[in-house]
């Protein structure tokens, strides 16, 4: 959960920016949002990470499940 926190306050962090570059037109300010948008798809990206481990954890093992007969 502390991974979601951090794209949360990455995310809020970015409110200024987004309003410098897309109200009051500020070009460097689209180059900070850039930038942030990069490292929150690193977040995202560990974070898919992690939930496909512990999906993979979840799911029971071939060998655990009771053998069919047939």
Known sequence: MQKFETLQQLL?????DIEKFYS???NSAGGRLRK???NM????AEIR?????IR??????????P????
């Open 49 to 53: 990470k992690d939930i496909q481990t």
């Open 12 to 16: 809020d962090g970015m409110k200024p």
């Open 41 to 44: 798809r690193k977040l995202a």
């Open 56 to 65: 993979n954890e979840r799911k029971p093992k071939k060998s655990d499940s």
């Open 36 to 38: 942030e948008l990069n």
């Open 67 to 70: 053998e069919n007969p047939a």
């Open 24 to 26: 009051k037109g500020v």
